[in-house]
């Protein structure tokens, strides 16, 4: 391999863990702006919580946004 391929190799991948974290930030900023709007501010503890989750948890959170009426429903959620 030779050093331009590393070096193109090197820089796909920074670039999709970049594209990840930034994907997840996305989902994580959603998740708040819809407990905000359906159920409650959340508080800074909830909201730094939630910027941890898996993509995965974020999404099914979101997938339940309706059927939460605390934040006490949204911490349930959180790991």
Known sequence: M??????????????LKKGKV?????LANTAIRLITKFVAPP???????????EISTLETMMDHIDEFETTEDVKRYLK
């Open 22 to 26: 930034e994907g997840k930030t996305a």
């Open 2 to 15: 030779s050093l331009a391929e590393i070096f193109r190799n090197e820089g796909k991948e920074e670039g």
């Open 43 to 53: 508080s800074e503890d909830i909201k730094q919580k939630i910027y941890k989750q």
